[in-house]
Structures are given as C-alpha cells and as structure tokens.
C-alpha cells in the first residue's frame, strides 16, 4: 500500500522545519558574535583605548570618578612655582617705596634684607648663529694647479648644525610634531628656512648619530633578567608592518619588522634569557613556560568579555573575573607593603587550585569562545605564577603597553613611516627619548652631544644607567 500524499507533505514540512532551525541558530550565534564585537571595549578586551566608542569612553570616566570635586583637595600641599636661584638671574630690579603707605611720611631709602622677589621669565629675540666658512683657491706658482681649501674635519658638510639637529629630532622624535610643523616653528620662531627634504636629511643624521647607543641599549635589554615585549601595527608607504617594544626598567628598545610572526621575535628578543612578561600570543612559544609571565590584565579583560556575553559560560567567566581581581587586590597589598611575600605566597597557593579547578570547568562546557579561552590559559598555566616567587616580576604587561602606546600615537598622527631609512629613524629616536625618560635624563642635551660627537668622529654618550 503506497504512502498517503499527506505522510509525504508532513516529511517534507519537518525537514524544511530541521532545515530552518538550524538555520535559525547558526544565524542566532552570528548576531551573539557581532554583539560581543560591538560591545567590546579596552575594558573587556584587548582592544586599545583610541578605538573606544564615544560612549564608552564615557563610560570609562563615570567608572573612574571618586566622586570628589575637581581641583586640590582638603590637605593638599600646593604646587607653586619655584623662583629662579638668584645666580641664575639675568637681571634684577629694585623697587622702594617713596612714601609711607599709612601717614605719607616721606621713607629713607634703607635696604630690606628679604624684600619680596617677583620674577618675569621672557624670551629673548632668537637669532641664529650663523658661521659662514670660505673655502679661497689659490693658484700654484709651480704647476698652474688652482686648488681650493678644505672644511676642517670638524665642521659639517650640511648647514646642520649639532645643536640644531638636536631640536629637529627632539621636534618630531620625541613631541611628535609633523615635519611640516616644524618646518613652520623652524621659520616663525627661528627665522630659519628650511624645505621638507633638508628636514628629512637631518632626521637621517640624529639617526646616524644615536644609532650605536641603541645597539648597545638592544644588547642591554635582551641580556635583563626581566623583561615586556608587546607589540602594535606599523606602516611603511601603506604597507603593514609591525612596531615591537621590548621594555625593562631603565632601558626601553623599539624594533620595526616586515611582520609580526616568530621568527621576528625571535630576532628582537635574541636567546632565551629571563623572564619574558607578555600576553599569550602564540609568537612568544619559542619561550620556555617556565621563563615566562603572563599578562593577568588581559585575562581580566577577557573575563569581563566572556561574562557580559552571555552564554552557558557566563556564570564561570564572572566566577574566573573575581577571583582574578581579588589576586589583584591581594597584589596591590603586597606592592604596597600591607601583606607579607609570604603571606601573599600562602594565600595563592588556595586560589591557584580554584582558578585552575574553573578553568577545566570551563574547558570541558561546550560554550564558543569560552571554552576556548580557558584550554588555552590551562597551556599557559606554568606561566601563570611566577610574579610569586621572583621579586621585581609584575603580574601585568602594563609597562610594555604603556611603553608602545607613544609608538601608537606617532603612528596615527603620521601614518607611520614613508622609507626603510624612515623606519630606523622612527625606532632609534624612540629608543633613545623613552630610555632618557625613564632613567629622567635630558633628551636634548643627549641629542646635541650625539650630534656633536657624530660630527667629530666619536661615538655618542651611552644609554645605559649608570
């Protein structure tokens, strides 16, 4: 007996119905994937600061208010201007009194041994020092051959001056004024004239001038037993790079590739030597686990992401979130000297068991993009404790991003760079303003003596701390 034409229709319609309902939820998980996306913030991933939305900045200052008012607080020592010591006063002006200010009576002029001092600072009219070296021919009585005078060694073959390379690069390596700014201060404030070629051919010889510091200061920071890496996109002419910073306590190195793979790495970061304190981006493989730190700030976000997602791992992602910040409340203690080390040590060998035991949770639930997560923060478990045991170890990549984050901005404001030579000027001046910083040394002043030794054949001040 054949089948009645309506058992056929109903097959028909419940596998068009199967068909929709998978349908349905493959569309469903792609709108809660665009949502994540869209709802992701630098404070729930690893998104940078600068791509935030206007409202989530918002968001972020509200977050950050202690609901004080603006300005100095009750208690508050003031900050006011230190005066000039005397020996460094150009000029002083001595005013006295002529009268009486309550009977009229006429004042004798009479020393006051701590009169009040108000100071003026003004500029001077700036104007250029200006050697114009004549180079005469003289004809050989002998032979007739004309020949004409030389520059001494000392004296540049440019119309650079060390010191005025110095401003240039102090200019647009370390304030980030474009090069047609300075063009434009270099007129307007100096009455000097320049076109953006010279400008450039100048940038080119700071570059040389500092270049074996930062190879020296390269050599120094590999060898460091701590040490951040991080790195952010770059652009030469329009095409991708990569800008790496490798960032230890007194020494901050910069390094430009064609990308972002291992094998660059690897060059940036020499051998395995110390501990590497990243995130857990798979080009850092290449190190031993054991040698290695991982940045807890990025799991936080990455928490915070899983939980405001939604999900059947959302209630794990909140429980990972505040045992994660409940370490950092533990570690501020510990920073600030409240907790003992080894208090500190006692309480996180408990809560190590309990991360770890939510982990393997969380691994072993089917929930897309969790799960995920949290297998690959269990391949990284060795990396996850050592800020423990290893003083000077922070549990965070801040100091690497903070570090990069002027890279980021140069690269936004500039485009990056136009030229391979271009490049090596962007990671040297770098290396050398940010290194100057930390150790709190003047950059100018370092610029102008790596200018003028390059002029003399000699090579320039060092970047390490002394």
């Known amino acids: 007996m054949s089948r009645d034409w309506r058992d056929d229709r109903i097959a028909e319609l419940e596998a068009e119905v199967a068909e929709l309902r998978q349908t349905n939820e493959k569309l469903l998980a792609r709108i809660a994937a665009l949502e994540a996306r869209l709802n992701q913030s630098s404070a729930n991933s ?9 409202k989530q900045r918002r968001e972020r200052k509200r977050k950050r208010k202690s609901g004080r008012k603006r300005g100095g607080q009750p208690g508050h020592k003031p900050h006011q201007r230190e005066l000039v010591p005397p020996e460094k006063v150009t000029a002083t002006v001595d005013h006295r009194p002529d009268q009486c200010d309550g009977c009229g009576a006429v004042l004798t002029e009479v020393d006051d041994t701590e009169p009040l001092r108000h100071q003026i600072i003004e500029l001077p009219e700036i104007i250029p020092d ?27 073959a440019s119309m650079w001056g060390p010191r005025l390379q110095a401003l240039v690069g102090l200019l647009t390596g370390s304030y980030r004024v474009s090069r047609r700014g300075v063009v434009s201060l270099l007129s307007d404030v100096l009455s000097i004239r320049v076109s953006l070629g010279a400008l450039s051919k100048a940038e080119e010889r700071v570059s040389e001038a500092i270049a074996p510091a930062v190879d020296e200061a390269v050599d120094f920071a590999q060898a460091q037993p701590i040490k951040h890496c991080d790195a952010t996109s770059w652009s030469n002419g329009g095409i991708a790079r990569t800008l790496w910073t490798l960032s230890t306590a007194m020494v901050t190195v910069f390094a430009i590739t064609v990308d972002g793979s291992r094998s660059a790495a690897r060059v940036l970061l020499d051998r395995v030597r110390g501990i590497l304190v990243s995130d857990r981006a798979t080009v850092f493989l290449f190190w031993a686990m054991s040698r290695r730190q991982i940045c807890w700030a990025h799991l936080l976000r990455k928490f915070l992401g899983c939980a405001q997602r939604g999900g059947p791992g959302a209630q ?34 408990t809560v ?28 990284h478990k060795d990396a996850l404790w050592n800020f423990v045991e290893h003083r000077g170890l922070d549990p965070t990549n801040n100091q690497a991003e903070r570090d990069l984050r002027p890279g980021v901005q140069w690269r936004k404001t500039s485009y990056g760079s136009q030229s391979e030579r271009g490049e090596r ?11 100057l910083r930390k150790q709190q040394r003047p950059v100018f002043e370092y610029l102008y003596h790596a200018c003028l030794n390059s002029q003399n054949g000699r090579s320039p001040p060092s970047l390490l701390p002394t």
Request: include cysteine; hydrophobic fraction near 30%.
């Open 130 to 156: 200006v050697t114009e070296h004549r180079l005469h021919a003289c004809d050989c009585p002998s032979c007739g051959h004309r020949t004409r005078a030389k520059l001494p060694p000392d004296v540049p």
């Open 316 to 349: 794990l992602a909140r429980e990972l979130q505040s045992t994660t910040e409940l370490m950092f409340h533990y570690w501020h203690r510990v920073r600030d000297g409240t907790m003992s080390r080894a208090e500190f040590r006692r309480w996180t060998f």
């Open 352 to 379: 190590r068991e309990r991360f770890e035991w939510l982990l393997e949770r969380g691994a072993a639930r089917s929930a897309p993009g969790f799960s995920g997560v949290c297998k690959n923060i269990l391949e």
């Open 46 to 54: 690893s998104q940078p600061p600068s791509k935030d939305s206007p």
């Open 425 to 435: 000027y962007a990671e040297r001046i770098m290396t050398v303003t940010h290194t």
